[in-house]
């Protein structure tokens, strides 16, 4: 009988937070499946006691490994993908095979057991565009062929392509997010996501990196309130079939997010300008200003993001003083005001260990 619930790249920052909501929301069997390139054992370590839970290590692009999940589920939030842009940069054959292989092969068997996807895409497919806010019909403009950093674009372009064609032609019931900036606690700056980055320098009383000039805009969205609107479009059927933006509305440009983190953490970071091309190599483009339209998502839930950027930081700060240890034991001044509650987590292990408890 398929009454579980699938997630792949459930490991990963947005998949153990969609997690977290699933344990809260359902009594469903919930499917955990990585292969823990860039998701972590230790977002999901808590859920390890958990007999509803269930984690498989295996790649999506194998179809062998994931079908027999598919026969158990009557849901898929498809999460697995390249992420972050120092990963897109350097290994660009792995991003588009990755993405666009692996949506592939969950279309195909969402289509055999009738299961319903859940498609998680990216902002980045507005590309170029300089008309915001972006809404969900917006031109999406790509960058040429010739510059990789477009590949992750066009890649997730590709898949809601494809997952639109599913939906039309075959009748498969399909929801498709695209997702701003999402942040929160357990995100990782190793693929250069730019706050985790911040918070970890601003610890560490080291420079904080700013990435071209810093004017640069983004929407920060709160990950706890990005799962529940994830969670809450699946529960609709006049959901099916439609686009939607998943992000916050507070515009921040990168120089104000990096004076927020210092009067945040309180540190006495310097800020420090590095070119694009150092970083990221030749030729790269960025795109200057990230804005999303939710309209449409508030006309299908009825509400908005509405977590602020500086709470968001506070508790991604809360979190990385308790569970980076290069940080444990260093004496820090308190910041006063409102303090969010943070995950209780166990010992965590060695990031390089991959070993996979088999429920």
Known sequence: MNNGILITGGAGFIGSHLVDILLKRTKEPIYIFDNFSTGNQRNIQHAFSSSQVQIIQGNVCDRNSIEPLFEKCHTVYHLAAAVGVKLIIEKPVATIETNVSGTETVLQLAKKYKTKVLLASTS???????????????DLVMGPTIRNRWSYACSKAIDEFLALAYHHEFGLPIVIVRFFNTVGPRQTGHYGMVLPRFIRQAMNEEPLTIYGDGTQTRCFGYVKEAVTAIYELMQKPSALGEIFNIGSQEQVSINQLAKLVKEVTQSSSNVEYIPYEKVYGPHFEDMKDRYPDTSKLFRFLGWRFSIKLDEIIQES??????????????????????RRRTESYAEEPDERERSIPHN
């Open 124 to 138: 980045e497919v507005y590309g170029k565009n300089t008309k915001i806010p972006f809404h969900e019909e917006s």
């Open 317 to 338: 700060f809360e979190f990385e003083k308790t569970h980076n240890s290069s940080f444990m034991g260093k004496t820090r001044p308190q910041r006063g005001g409102r």
